[in-house]
């Protein structure tokens, strides 16, 4: 993966919006952050893998809003690629701290962010039933609750 490039983007393409419904399956919820963020992705040979999203919440912290691999590349180390980007580019941007949140669900995603440093901060109960108009299930489990982590710089 010695050929993995990293590019900033202005705005998301279709090939992009893609990726980003990957990770969130609301394009209002996506919309709602994507003008007012900063948009990455990875590309293999001219091929659109992988996006991560970042989004300031104030001078010292940045949210990563949306991470996402293409599903035919999962499984082989891009996520833990692109959340070390995602990292590396937000300490260049000065920001001291930085947070991820996923689903209660999200058992794989919860597990790679652990293992790469993140700590659990917070819970917000029935968010993703409050804030989407269908159940979402993974792993056969329903996506009921907003898991939120966090990692110094």
Do not use: W
Request: with cysteine.
């Amino acid at each position: 993966m010695h050929d993995l490039v990293f590019k900033k983007e202005l705005r998301p393409d279709g090939q992009i919006t893609e990726l980003l419904l990957l990770a969130d399956p609301s394009i209002e919820v996506i919309e709602s952050y994507i003008n007012h963020s900063e948009l990455f992705t990875a590309s293999i040979a001219n091929e659109t893998i992988g996006v991560f999203v970042l989004l300031p919440n104030d001078t010292n912290t940045i949210e990563i809003k949306n991470i996402a691999v293409r599903t035919d590349y999962q499984g082989i180390g891009l996520g833990k690629r692109l959340l070390e980007k995602a990292c590396e580019v937000s300490a260049e941007m000065s920001f001291n701290t930085i947070k991820i949140a996923t689903g209660n669900s999200s058992i794989g995603q919860l597990a790679l962010y652990q293992k790469q440093g993140f700590e659990l901060k917070g819970i917000t109960p029935d968010f993703f039933i409050d804030h989407y108009p269908l159940p979402i299930f993974e792993n056969g489990i329903q996506c009921k609750h907003l898991i939120l982590l966090e990692k110094n710089l």
